[in-house]
């Protein structure tokens, strides 16, 4: 159960989710800060005002990274944080604190990959459309130009987009994240203008010609065929097309597919293509980011082809099923389907909200199962021949999960809400001789 000589070991997180500190250093607000503060939106009514305290803790949390012998970390930038309004005037004191995290990591032997979208956008652009409106995309390049020219010396691993799907449908189509809007119409539109950003992104990456690699994180499920009948088959490849390539195709050449396109225009929603952004957006990437947490029943019925079919695993407390067969099944697929790219698992990770117990360990069983069972199921992706190259644990520490606030635990350290504390969960110390070995053998 030995990987590949050079493969690499990770945490991941992201700005909002981890932070803090919104009314400090000169950041501006982001569409997460006004969403959170609105009733009713994030289930216990919390926000991330504080969060994990990240941006004044950041320097004990790379220690603890080290460690646990980590040897790369995933994180995000508030965009908000550096472009208080999104663009125009650059926030300096935003830049440095992200300088001095790298420089932290550096020191550490810790390899920093830095998205640049993790959902935080700056309010001001929602304010004019937000990813509806096509100059979201420019004031995304900028940004990310930005960064590439004063951070592209220490840093060489870039995540444009993270997830577009989740943001996209989740906060414009079913309104249950940030900016919280209901608009087919709209989503269409933010679809296309995000993936556009990322096009033009990666061609200002190339720009800057300071080498360094750069890709894009999509979110993904595996999808099974809830029977063996052609109907479900067809279902599989419906549910492909409007949460999977719909966010791949276009990156590797072939445009959006045609299904989704269809259902989109009958519904008088339209993708605002115009001459030149599909070239854009088919921008060669260096890799590609794959974020996984579980598989998908599906069965034909609805206006798209597909609809869940009922679960038949255990499920977790996020919902879905415990299916750790599901990234190394993913992992296959996608491979074969693209080409073979260099794939990062840019997160994968288990909800498991196991408290201290009385001694005050926290002996997180089921986040220790199945992660062996997902890292087992990539190890026989990666002997069937997928390129595979590195592997981020969602999440270093427990977090601000969204609109479910502090419910969901996805760290492998513990964190104490009221005081901020960290401990390491027993999940932690089997990730860290995992990675230390570089085997599942431990
Ligand atoms: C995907 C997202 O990128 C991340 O922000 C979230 O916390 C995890 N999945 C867990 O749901």
Known sequence: MQFPPGFQWGTATASYQIEGAIREGGRGVSIWDTFAHQPRRVIDGSTGDVACDHYHRYKDDVAL????????????????RIFPMGRGGVNPEGLAFYERLIEELLAKGIQPALTLYHWDLPQALQDIGGWANRETATAFAEYAAYLFEKLGDRVTRWITLNEPLIFTMYGHRLGVMAPGQKDLGITARAVHHAMLG????????????????????????????????????RAVEFARDFETRLFHDPVFGRGYPASVLKFYAERGAHF???????????????????????????????????????????????????????????VRWVSKEYGNPVIYITENGVCDNTEPGPDGAIDDTTRMVLTRGFLEG????????????????WSLMDNFEWAFGFTKRFGIVHTDFETLKRTPKASARMYAAIARANSLDV
């Open 272 to 330: 605002p293509i115009e001459p030149g952004d599909m070239e854009t957006i088919a921008a060669p990437t260096d890799f590609l980011g794959v974020n996984l947490y579980s598989r998908q029943l599906v069965q034909p019925g609805g206006p798209t082809g597909f609809t869940s079919a009922a679960p038949t695993l255990p499920l977790l407390p996020m919902g879905y099923e415990a299916a750790p067969h599901s990234l190394g099944d993913f």
């Open 65 to 80: 990274m080290a460690e646990l012998g980590m040897q790369t970390y995933r994180f995000s930038v508030a965009w908000s």
């Open 378 to 393: 990539l190890h026989g992706a990666i002997a069937d021949g997928a390129d595979v190259r590195a592997y981020y644990m």
């Open 198 to 233: 990322h096009g033009l992104a990666v061609r200002a990456f190339r720009a800057n010609g300071r080498g360094g690699e750069i890709g894009i994180t999509n979110a993904n499920s595996s999808f099974e065929p809830a029977d063996g009948s052609p109907e479900c088959a």
